[in-house]
Protein backbone atom coordinates (compact mmCIF):
# COMPACT_ATOMS: atom_id res chain seq x y z
CA UNK A 1 0.00 0.00 0.00
CA UNK A 2 1.31 3.35 -1.29
CA UNK A 3 0.65 6.37 0.82
CA UNK A 4 1.65 10.01 1.57
CA UNK A 5 1.56 11.50 5.39
CA UNK A 6 1.64 15.23 5.90
CA UNK A 7 2.62 16.74 8.81
CA UNK A 8 0.11 19.74 9.50
CA UNK A 9 1.17 20.49 13.17
CA UNK A 10 2.98 23.78 13.99
CA UNK A 11 6.37 23.29 15.52
CA UNK A 12 6.86 24.30 19.43
CA UNK A 13 9.86 25.81 21.08
CA UNK A 14 10.66 28.52 23.45
CA UNK A 15 10.55 30.82 20.39
CA UNK A 16 6.69 29.89 19.17
CA UNK A 17 4.45 32.67 19.37
CA UNK A 18 1.25 32.60 20.98
CA UNK A 19 -2.35 34.12 22.14
CA UNK A 20 -1.50 37.54 24.16
CA UNK A 21 -1.73 36.87 27.83
CA UNK A 22 -1.08 33.11 27.44
CA UNK A 23 1.71 31.17 28.88
CA UNK A 24 4.23 30.40 26.46
CA UNK A 25 6.48 26.88 26.13
CA UNK A 26 9.49 26.59 28.59
CA UNK A 27 11.96 23.62 29.11
CA UNK A 28 13.57 22.84 32.32
CA UNK A 29 16.51 20.52 32.24
CA UNK A 30 16.35 18.49 35.27
CA UNK A 31 19.05 15.66 34.72
CA UNK A 32 22.04 15.62 32.58
CA UNK A 33 24.13 13.01 30.99
CA UNK A 34 27.22 15.14 30.96
CA UNK A 35 26.55 15.86 34.50
CA UNK A 36 26.33 12.01 35.14
CA UNK A 37 23.09 11.29 35.29
CA UNK A 38 22.40 8.21 33.22
CA UNK A 39 19.63 9.87 31.45
CA UNK A 40 18.60 13.11 29.44
CA UNK A 41 15.54 14.35 31.34
CA UNK A 42 13.33 17.14 31.15
CA UNK A 43 9.97 18.90 32.31
CA UNK A 44 7.84 21.95 30.33
CA UNK A 45 5.79 24.78 31.10
CA UNK A 46 3.16 25.61 28.08
CA UNK A 47 -0.50 26.39 27.63
CA UNK A 48 -1.92 23.64 26.58
CA UNK A 49 -3.11 26.02 23.48
CA UNK A 50 0.46 26.69 21.85
CA UNK A 51 0.80 25.14 18.39
CA UNK A 52 -1.53 23.04 16.87
CA UNK A 53 -4.24 22.13 19.69
CA UNK A 54 -7.72 20.81 20.23
CA UNK A 55 -10.36 23.20 22.33
CA UNK A 56 -12.61 21.31 24.95
CA UNK A 57 -16.07 22.48 25.88
CA UNK A 58 -14.36 24.07 29.53
CA UNK A 59 -12.17 26.17 27.47
CA UNK A 60 -15.72 28.23 27.32
CA UNK A 61 -17.96 27.10 30.03
CA UNK A 62 -18.32 25.30 32.93
CA UNK A 63 -16.10 25.06 35.29
CA UNK A 64 -12.59 24.41 35.38
CA UNK A 65 -13.28 21.17 37.99
CA UNK A 66 -15.66 20.26 35.34
CA UNK A 67 -13.93 17.08 34.15
CA UNK A 68 -16.39 16.36 32.28
CA UNK A 69 -15.80 18.89 29.94
CA UNK A 70 -11.80 18.94 29.58
CA UNK A 71 -9.57 17.36 27.10
CA UNK A 72 -9.81 13.62 27.84
CA UNK A 73 -13.46 13.67 27.39
CA UNK A 74 -13.84 14.93 23.59
CA UNK A 75 -14.80 12.08 21.54
CA UNK A 76 -11.90 10.45 19.08
CA UNK A 77 -14.35 9.82 15.91
CA UNK A 78 -14.64 13.91 14.66
CA UNK A 79 -10.75 13.58 14.87
CA UNK A 80 -10.15 10.11 13.18
CA UNK A 81 -11.67 9.82 9.20
CA UNK A 82 -11.78 11.28 5.49
CA UNK A 83 -11.60 15.08 5.77
CA UNK A 84 -11.60 17.85 2.84
CA UNK A 85 -8.75 20.39 2.81
CA UNK A 86 -10.29 23.83 1.22
CA UNK A 87 -7.96 26.45 0.05
CA UNK A 88 -8.79 30.24 1.08
CA UNK A 89 -5.31 31.58 0.79
CA UNK A 90 -3.94 34.33 1.43
CA UNK A 91 -6.70 35.28 3.42
CA UNK A 92 -6.89 37.41 7.01
CA UNK A 93 -10.70 38.24 7.61
CA UNK A 94 -13.85 36.45 8.71
CA UNK A 95 -14.41 33.04 6.54
CA UNK A 96 -18.26 33.22 5.87
CA UNK A 97 -20.97 30.80 4.29
CA UNK A 98 -19.70 32.52 0.03
CA UNK A 99 -16.24 31.68 0.80
CA UNK A 100 -17.36 27.98 2.02
CA UNK A 101 -19.26 27.30 -0.39
CA UNK A 102 -16.97 28.85 -3.52
CA UNK A 103 -14.65 26.87 -2.34
CA UNK A 104 -16.42 23.45 -1.94
CA UNK A 105 -18.26 23.76 -5.12
CA UNK A 106 -16.29 21.24 -6.70
CA UNK A 107 -16.67 18.18 -4.06
CA UNK A 108 -19.87 16.06 -5.08
CA UNK A 109 -19.93 15.55 -1.34
CA UNK A 110 -17.95 16.64 1.41
CA UNK A 111 -16.66 14.47 4.58
CA UNK A 112 -17.80 15.24 7.95
CA UNK A 113 -14.57 16.81 8.81
CA UNK A 114 -13.58 20.12 6.72
CA UNK A 115 -9.86 22.30 7.30
CA UNK A 116 -9.11 25.74 6.23
CA UNK A 117 -6.46 26.50 4.55
CA UNK A 118 -5.39 30.39 4.75
CA UNK A 119 -1.70 31.12 4.49
CA UNK A 120 0.43 30.20 2.18
CA UNK A 121 3.19 30.51 4.36
CA UNK A 122 3.34 30.47 8.14
CA UNK A 123 6.00 31.88 10.56
CA UNK A 124 5.17 30.34 14.14
CA UNK A 125 7.62 32.28 15.65
CA UNK A 126 5.55 35.59 14.81
CA UNK A 127 1.96 36.65 16.65
CA UNK A 128 0.01 38.07 13.62
CA UNK A 129 -2.07 40.35 14.50
CA UNK A 130 -4.77 39.89 11.75
CA UNK A 131 -5.85 36.23 11.32
CA UNK A 132 -8.76 34.00 9.29
CA UNK A 133 -11.06 33.16 11.46
CA UNK A 134 -15.13 31.11 11.47
CA UNK A 135 -17.96 33.08 11.81
CA UNK A 136 -21.24 31.75 12.52
CA UNK A 137 -22.62 31.77 9.24
CA UNK A 138 -19.89 29.53 8.24
CA UNK A 139 -20.65 27.08 11.19
CA UNK A 140 -24.49 27.07 9.98
CA UNK A 141 -23.52 26.34 6.41
CA UNK A 142 -20.88 23.45 7.22
CA UNK A 143 -23.64 21.94 9.01
CA UNK A 144 -26.08 21.79 6.59
CA UNK A 145 -23.48 20.02 4.41
CA UNK A 146 -23.26 17.32 7.08
CA UNK A 147 -19.61 18.48 8.56
CA UNK A 148 -19.15 18.33 12.29
CA UNK A 149 -15.61 19.30 12.57
CA UNK A 150 -13.43 22.27 11.32
CA UNK A 151 -10.00 23.49 11.62
CA UNK A 152 -7.68 26.00 10.32
CA UNK A 153 -4.63 27.70 10.54
CA UNK A 154 -4.85 30.25 12.26
CA UNK A 155 -4.73 30.70 16.41
CA UNK A 156 -8.56 30.93 16.86
CA UNK A 157 -11.72 30.50 15.52
CA UNK A 158 -12.85 33.85 16.78
CA UNK A 159 -11.28 37.06 15.80
CA UNK A 160 -8.84 38.29 18.21
CA UNK A 161 -10.88 41.22 19.55
CA UNK A 162 -14.29 38.71 20.06
CA UNK A 163 -15.56 39.53 23.95
CA UNK A 164 -18.47 37.16 23.67
CA UNK A 165 -16.43 34.10 21.32
CA UNK A 166 -19.64 33.63 19.53
CA UNK A 167 -17.93 31.41 17.34
CA UNK A 168 -17.03 28.95 19.82
CA UNK A 169 -20.34 28.94 21.57
CA UNK A 170 -21.91 28.85 18.09
CA UNK A 171 -19.83 25.47 17.24
CA UNK A 172 -20.49 23.68 20.46
CA UNK A 173 -24.07 24.39 20.20
CA UNK A 174 -24.51 22.98 16.97
CA UNK A 175 -22.18 19.81 18.19
CA UNK A 176 -18.77 20.79 16.33
CA UNK A 177 -15.11 19.86 16.90
CA UNK A 178 -12.31 21.75 15.89
CA UNK A 179 -8.86 22.29 15.57
CA UNK A 180 -6.58 25.50 15.46
CA UNK A 181 -3.13 26.52 14.65
CA UNK A 182 -2.55 23.74 11.93
CA UNK A 183 0.14 24.24 9.14
CA UNK A 184 -1.35 23.67 5.72
CA UNK A 185 0.89 25.04 3.73
CA UNK A 186 2.26 21.67 2.79
CA UNK A 187 -1.64 20.17 2.11
CA UNK A 188 -3.31 20.89 -1.03
CA UNK A 189 -7.12 21.49 -1.54
CA UNK A 190 -8.30 18.00 -1.68
CA UNK A 191 -9.38 14.62 -0.17
CA UNK A 192 -7.02 13.06 2.69
CA UNK A 193 -7.94 10.73 5.75
CA UNK A 194 -7.19 13.29 9.12
CA UNK A 195 -5.41 11.61 12.07
CA UNK A 196 -5.36 14.48 14.72
CA UNK A 197 -5.73 12.91 18.05
CA UNK A 198 -6.46 14.90 21.30
CA UNK A 199 -4.54 13.02 24.33
CA UNK A 200 -6.24 11.91 27.72
CA UNK A 201 -5.76 15.16 29.74
CA UNK A 202 -8.00 14.96 32.09
CA UNK A 203 -7.39 18.71 34.30
CA UNK A 204 -7.21 20.80 31.27
CA UNK A 205 -9.54 22.40 28.63
CA UNK A 206 -7.76 22.19 25.53
CA UNK A 207 -5.15 19.34 24.20
CA UNK A 208 -2.19 19.44 22.00
CA UNK A 209 -2.41 17.24 18.73
CA UNK A 210 0.35 15.77 16.36
CA UNK A 211 -2.37 16.31 13.66
CA UNK A 212 -1.21 14.53 10.16
CA UNK A 213 -3.38 14.01 6.45
CA UNK A 214 -3.10 10.99 4.76
CA UNK A 215 -3.14 11.13 1.39
CA UNK A 216 -3.95 8.37 -1.46
CA UNK A 217 -4.54 5.98 1.91
CA UNK A 218 -7.48 3.76 -0.37
CA UNK A 219 -5.98 3.70 -3.57
Not at 60 to 69: A, E, P, R, V
Request: proline share 7%.
Amino acid sequence: MNYTIIDISQPVSSTTACFPGDTPFSRQVTLRLEEGATVNLTSFTMSPHVGTHADAPSHIQGHMDDTGGMASGLPLLPYIGPCAVLDLSPMTEGITREHFEKAAAGFKELPPRVVFRTQKKLRPDVWEGQYAHFTVSLIEALAARGVSMAGLDTPSVDHIDSKDLEVHHAMIKAGFSWLENLDLTGAQQGLYFLCAAPLKLTELEASPVRAVLIKDLFN
